[in-house]
């Protein structure tokens, strides 16, 4: 949804990140995958091999912190939540947002109401893939 304007850097960086999030818990599952993939074609990139993203939680988070302004770190913070809850955020993803979380100063009113925003706007996503039937 706001992926749009990231830069290259930021774009590979966020890439990395969600796998990473997707991979915490042991496996990535077709709903963590198609949304990865669908956050590559709103980026305009192609998701590479899953082996060929290598960096670490604390250097995505550093390089975000230090290079991207707070609406970018909004952006990925809640689109990391949405990737999350497809299949239900597990106490491995709930601590790596955590860390971007405490990294980036947003309080937990904050991580509340993008919470609650996503599962309100959810099943209307849903919904209209039905509608034009790619679901």
Known sequence: ???????????EFF??????????????????RMQMIAYTNEM?????SLDSYSQSNEAIIKF???????QTQKAIFIESIALALVD????????LIKQMQNAFEFDDLYKQKV????NAITPLYLEGFKLIGEK
Do not use: C, H, Q, R
């Open 1 to 11: 949804m706001f992926l749009t304007k990231l830069n290259s850097d930021e774009k």
């Open 15 to 32: 890439v990395n990140f969600i796998i990473n999030l997707a991979k915490v818990d042991g496996k990535i599952t077709d709903e963590e």
């Open 44 to 48: 305009g990139i192609t998701l590479k």
């Open 64 to 70: 975000f912190k230090e290079n991207s302004d707070n």
């Open 88 to 95: 239900g955020i597990d106490t491995k993803e709930e601590k």
């Open 115 to 118: 919470i609650n925003w996503l």
